[in-house]
Structure formats: C-alpha cells, structure tokens
C-alpha cells in the first residue's frame, strides 16, 4: 500500500503535509478531494481509521459549517455527513493512509508518525517552525 492524501492544493497546512511526505522519498498519490468529492463510505471508513467522529473532522473556519447551522453541537453525525458529501470543502485536511495509518495532518508533523522514513532535513512547517532539524532529527 502506498501513501494517499486528501489534499487541497489552496491549503498551506495540506502543501507542507505533500511535501514532508515527498520529501521523505515517497510519491503519494494525491486526491483532490474538493474535485472529487466524498462518499458515505468513505468518509465513515476514513474517519473510523483515524478515530475522528465527523464533529471532530468538521472544518469550522473558512467554510460554510457556520451559515449551515452546523457549530450547534445538538447538530448529529448523520447531518454532518450529509452536509460533507454536498459540501467538500467542510472535511477537515488533510487526512493522510499509510500502511502504518490514518492521520488528520494537522499540525502538518503529524505526517511524519505515518512514514517509513524521515525526510532530510531542515525542514519547516507553514509557519516557519523547525520540523526537521539539519541532522535530520524531529524538532518537538
């Protein structure tokens, strides 16, 4: 099994995460999942190997997850996936399968308990943080 990511490109969190595993020697294969959208079962299969409830994967900030009623916490799962499937972009990202996992990346370093090997280093998260120092060692 390879690595796959649900990515979206516009993300900074979602870049960083692409490139530590690129970085590490391995060619993910990239979904896009704002194209292509989700399924049901999908996203319960993704959410139960990540041990993410759909109110745990909900992308609060810059999405429509507010204006669609979505923060009140009497809101069920099954609303919420509803809302997902018609609406991408309220998954949060982005959510990484490995053989050893599924993992939301965020923060970005997360990734790196998925990967066979670390990347070299240094390497920065998004907002400039040391993930990887020069001697190719986790930073924190």
Known sequence: MSILIHHNPACGTSRNVLELIRASGT???VIEYLQTGWTRPQLLALFAAAGLTPRAALR???????????????????????AMIAHPVLVNRPIVAS????????PSETVLDLLDRLPPGPLFKEDGSAVIDAEGRRVG
Not at 61 to 77: R, T
């Open 27 to 29: 060619e993910p294969v």
């Open 60 to 82: 609060t900030s810059k999405s429509p997850a507010a204006e669609l009623g979505l923060l009140d916490e009497s809101v069920d799962d099954e609303t919420l996936l509803d």
């Open 99 to 106: 053989p050893k996992g599924v993992r939301l990346c965020r």
